[in-house]
């Protein structure tokens, strides 16, 4: 037992040597008094900000689910927004590297920033964070013009819908994103907030969880009087319509049956926190305040 | 001078040559597997390019940054879970043991989900709160698992076992409730650290940690004859005089830390600690005294050309390295198996 | 001198009594054979001597010393044990088996010293294990197993030997060998030998004292002549046979109602 002791002794002079040598590591050194000129985008609506910005000539990669615009298709891949490859990343070269703030990311950037890479980890959960990432992402590239113009252009926009409606008589909308087994869209989203501006109220009510699977008791307790439902891109919107119209008539009680009020809405115009937000808002007041027919 | 050892009586002892030499041998085979992995990756990298500091930057950058650390981490990790089978299996009197087996995997998973679902923020020596709370959680399961063991005494290992098994069903229905309750981006995260990862760990985390593994696989070859009694049961190794309890406490604690430690640097990753073993001990034999040194350099070699795989085959994505091994693990397991299945029988 | 006394010894299992205030003492260098039925107790006391098992009362000296009281590795010093027979996990070679008798022994190195080697050598040529020196134990006979384990037992070198069941697989000739071996380091070396056997008639013609479990009278322990009478064999045993003499040793066939000779049974 007494070599075991000696070993544990050996061991605590190796972690001391090694702390020891730590200290005299110094990390390598960056140039950060240039504004980036290859910057690496690591979420979609990351991307979109770039392009919104005007940067797409210095955007030296993207992921592989950055559609928007059609030119972010055309930008070398680093892998997707899940699975980001850090060996494309360096092999692209950046001088910014953007990512999200959830821990997948973050960890991304954590491993880069060790690398000797610069990095910024925006959490853009909600449209105040939203509008703030614009405002650092234009900063931190020297644009804090064109920042503040798209900003602008955004919040005009989205002024528009939502900002006559009487807070008393604000509609129920219930937002559902997936109809077997039921998925809706909570409180404290950015997709939530999005109704609010559009002039509506979200009738669920606080949940656990941000997406909830709901199940028939709450989608009546609910009481929604508007039904929106999201339809993929590749699905025809009013066929999915007439599905729906036909699948709520059990539930007859709920007001947004009795009157007819279900739509449906793309996809894409809510998934993304992004330069394109308004478009989302657009598309729920749309259903709103105009009866019938499908966006 | 007894005459069985010029004869071809004793094939099977353990000299003091052949362990030597059969280490060296496993040690330079590790170097060279590690050597080409690092050049393996998503993106090619040439060795003449990385140090033409002109042109040449990103291969240098890739190969420090990235493939190092990587292959460093993997081949450190892979010796720490051989080994750590190696011990269970013995102490277990059970070649069906692996580290996991006494509660490690679920205590660490429930520390990691914990960590994860309350959006812990800090970092302790650059670790990431699952990590730390991983480790955390993997050693004090050990301790509950073993408490439980001794109050089954009478029971042997099947006492040691049972409770294990008790507590990872436990803590894993525990695992699923903190996860019913999480949002879906903390439970995303969660399964991806536990499936199992490797990334580039920085400088002092590889030293540290480094240290930590190769003096547990020293400590552990050092109790390699005790081991082996022990391997024929607790009473039997006692009645040879060995004190049981305490190499049994001793090797449990070094083997229980030493998969600690590698699941807080890399998530869950199975099959290692299972088959290494047995396959060196359908090799070599299972005399520990050459079981732990070479298992250790065999599960290094084993993760290290898994990871290879696991960041090249679907690249730009990765496969979780718990797939990997399981996937090539099984078949190369059961070649060997067939091919010495006489050896086996010696 | 008495290498190992046993004092009023006691022991249950959860409340269900196997030994009851046993009481007897082995002389040093005398050869016990230990007998009684299945479930008498037999391969309690070897566990109870052996320090794996702790009586609930009573006490039990090997040389003069608690054996509870012995560290582990003195107490190894003094008794070499062969278990029943047993299957290990792993798939270790006679050999390396054997040299496992040695390991308080080896160097720092963590191998066999010099002296291990010519212990190791003896022990498997007493037992005529050196053929299959290098085979697996998982891969031989239970009986060739049972030689393997005799020999570990003899490697350690002890005074004291306690063999359970040593026989039970062997075949006629190596039980034969066994009981020579046996008799043949008590001879030679003075080491004590007590041995738990079904074959009474084997242990008759070797044994110094016998130990009877199971009576309901109470155990029964003395000189071999006085303990292995028909009238406590058919007692203890609940089953009547035929005594008949040898030599010096007396041997016991056990009669059934349809054996061939049952009219020979005492007191048709």
Not at chain 2, 128 to 151: E, H, N
Request: glycine share 10%.
């Amino acid at each position: 037992m007494k070599k075991l002791w000696l070993i544990f002794a050996a061991l605590v002079c190796w972690t001391a040597g090694g702390v020891f040598i730590q200290q005299w590591q110094t990390g390598t050194d960056r140039d950060t008094a240039t504004p980036p000129m290859r910057i690496v985008s690591a979420a979609p609506n990351l991307t979109e900000i770039l392009f919104a910005l005007g940067l797409d000539d210095r955007i030296a990669a993207v992921t592989t689910n950055s559609n928007y615009p059609p030119a972010a298709m055309g930008k070398p891949k680093i892998g997707n927004f899940w699975h980001p490859d850090i060996e494309a990343v360096i092999s692209a070269g950046p001088d910014l590297v953007l990512t999200l703030g959830f821990e997948r990311q973050a960890n991304l950037a954590r491993r880069l920033e060790r690398a000797g890479y610069n990095t910024l980890s925006l959490d853009i959960e909600t449209i105040e964070q939203f509008y703030a990432a614009v405002e650092r992402i234009g900063s931190v590239t020297d644009s804090e013009a064109a920042a503040a113009e798209l900003l602008g252009r955004i919040k005009n926009r989205i002024a528009g819908p939502g900002t006559g409606a009487v807070q008393a008589k604000r509609l129920k909308v219930l937002l559902v994103i997936q109809r077997k087994p039921m998925r809706v869209v909570g409180r404290g989203t950015f997709v939530d907030e999005m109704i609010e501006l559009a002039g509506g109220v979200n009738a669920v009510g606080p949940t656990l969880h941000k997406y909830p699977p709901i199940g028939a008791e709450q989608l009546v307790g609910s009481s929604p009087d508007v039904i929106i439902e999201t339809a993929d891109s590749g699905v025809d919107p009013s066929r999915q319509r007439a599905e729906a119209l036909d699948y709520y008539r059990r539930f007859s009680d709920l007001p947004a049956v009795k009157t007819g009020r279900i739509y449906v809405i793309s996809a894409d115009s809510i998934s993304r926190l992004g330069p394109r937000l308004h478009e989302g808002v657009e598309a729920i007041a749309g259903c709103l305040f105009f009866t019938g027919g499908n966006m | 001078m007894p005459i069985f050892y010029r004869r071809e009586h004793v094939k099977t002892l353990l000299t003091p040559r052949k362990l030597i030499l059969r280490t060296c041998v496993s040690l330079v085979l590790l170097a060279g597997v590690m050597a080409a992995c690092t050049m393996i990756g998503s993106q090619p990298i040439q060795a003449a390019k990385m140090f033409d500091r002109q042109h040449g930057g990103r291969d240098y950058e890739i190969f420090v940054h990235v493939r190092v650390p990587r292959v460093f981490l993997a081949a450190l990790v892979g010796a720490a879970l051989a080994s750590a089978g190696v011990v269970f299996q013995a102490l277990l009197q059970n070649p069906l043991a692996d580290p996991y087996i006494l509660g490690i995997s679920s205590g660490a998973g429930l520390g990691a989900t914990i960590a994860a679902s309350a959006g812990l923020d800090w970092t302790l020596w650059g670790r990431s709160p699952m990590a730390v709370c991983a480790f955390a959680g993997a050693l004090a399961t050990v301790w509950l698992v073993w408490w439980l063991g001794r109050l089954a005494r009478g029971a042997g290992p099947t006492g040691l076992l049972l409770a294990g098994v008790v507590v990872n069903a436990f803590f894993g229905a525990l695992i699923m409730f903190v996860t019913s309750l999480s949002g879906s981006r903390q439970v995303q995260t969660t399964i991806f650290w536990l499936m199992g990862n490797m990334t580039e760990e920085t400088f002092p985390v590889l030293w540290i940690s480094g240290g930590c593994i190769v003096a547990s696989v020293a400590a552990l070859y050092l109790l390699g004859p005790l081991l082996n009694a022990i391997s024929f049961g607790r009473a039997d190794a006692r009645s040879l005089g060995i004190n049981t309890s305490k190499v049994a406490m001793a090797s449990f604690a070094i083997a229980a830390f030493v998969t600690a430690v590698a699941v807080s640097l890399s998530g869950l990753i199975g099959f290692v600690g299972l088959i290494v073993p047995h396959a060196v001990r359908l090799l070599v034999g299972p005399d520990h005294r050459q079981l732990l040194p070479i298992s250790a350099a065999a599960g290094a070699m084993f993760l290290t050309a898994a990871d290879t795989v696991a960041r090249t085959a679907v690249a730009p994505a990765q496969l979780p390295v718990g797939v990997v091994t399981a996937i090539f693990g099984g078949p190369f397991f059961l070649l060997l198996l067939i091919r010495h299945a006489k050896k086996l029988w010696r | 001198m008495q290498a190992i006394e046993v004092d009023n010894l006691s022991f249950s299992y959860n409340k269900r009594p196997v030994l009851q205030n046993l009481s007897f003492e082995v002389f040093e260098g005398s050869f016990l054979a230990v007998i009684g039925p299945n479930g008498s107790g037999k391969t309690t006391l070897v566990n109870l001597l052996r320090g794996t098992l702790k009586a609930q009362s009573g006490s039990i000296r090997i040389d003069s010393v608690e054996v509870q009281q012995y560290r582990t590795g003195a107490l190894a010093r003094k008794i070499g044990v062969v278990p029943q027979e047993f299957v290990p996990a792993f798939g270790f070679s006679a050999v390396e088996t054997v040299l496992m008798a040695r390991t308080p022994f080896y160097s720092r190195s963590g191998f066999e010293r010099e002296s291990d080697r010519i212990a190791v050598e003896k022990a498997l040529r007493q037992t005529e294990t050196m053929e299959f020196a290098d085979r697996s134990i998982a891969s031989l006979s239970a009986g060739e197993r049972q030689r393997v384990f005799i020999a570990r037992a003899l490697a350690q070198e002890t005074p004291i030997l306690l063999l359970d069941e040593p026989t039970s697989f062997l075949d006629l000739r190596h039980q034969v060998g066994i009981f020579d071996l046996l008799k043949s380091t008590q001879i030679k070396e003075g080491k004590t030998i007590v041995v738990v056997t079904h074959d009474i008639n084997l242990a008759a013609q070797y044994c110094d004292n016998a130990l009877l479990l199971g009576s309901p009278d109470g155990c029964r322990c003395g000189p071999r002549p006085e303990v292995l009478t028909r009238q406590l064999i058919e007692k203890v045993f609940k089953v009547s046979g035929f005594m008949g003499e040898v030599g010096e040793a007396a041997f016991f066939l056990p009669l059934g109602g349809l054996a061939r000779d049952y009219k020979a049974r005492a007191g048709y």
